[in-house]
């Protein structure tokens, strides 16, 4: 059974970094895509980064652009998010989600795209 596993939230404040970190286990992580999505207090879950399986193509929705950057270690069965210049509207709970290659080889951006999920960091940023 495959699981997600979330590291790295805190409190920081704006123009801070933060790097999360996704562990997985339970299944053959290179045959999975990863994304990272967030959910913010009173807001809808949205897709915030999304990475293929050999980490070749990435996808970005465009607030992050620019300051976050996905990447994975599939030896080490882990994904990261890596977050600069932080600013308080990326306070967040942020979710690690991946799905098996046999869903399809596109970088989705719904929630309905992703079957795995972790259970959530939070990350916080003062202005």
């Known amino acids: 059974q495959v699981q997600l596993v979330e590291s790295g939230g805190g409190l920081v404040q704006a123009g801070d970094s933060l790097r999360l970190s996704c562990a997985f286990s339970?299944?053959?992580?290179?045959?999975?895509?990863v994304a990272w999505f967030r959910q913010a207090p009173g807001k809808e879950r949205e897709f915030v980064a999304a990475?293929?399986?050999?980490?070749?193509?990435?996808d970005y929705t465009e607030s992050v652009k620019g300051r976050f950057t996905i990447s994975r270690e599939n030896l080490k069965n882990t994904a990261s998010l890596q977050m600069n210049s932080l600013r308080p509207e990326d306070t967040a709970v942020y979710y690690c989600?991946?799905?098996?290659?046999?869903?399809?080889?596109?970088?989705?951006?719904?929630?309905?795209?992703?079957?795995?999920w972790g259970q959530g960091t939070q990350v916080t940023v003062s202005s």
């Open positions: 339970g299944g053959t992580f290179y045959s999975y895509a």
């Open positions: 989600a991946a799905r098996p290659f046999q869903m399809g080889f596109r970088l989705g951006r719904t929630s309905t795209d992703y079957v795995e």
């Open positions: 990475i293929s399986l050999g980490g070749s193509d990435t």
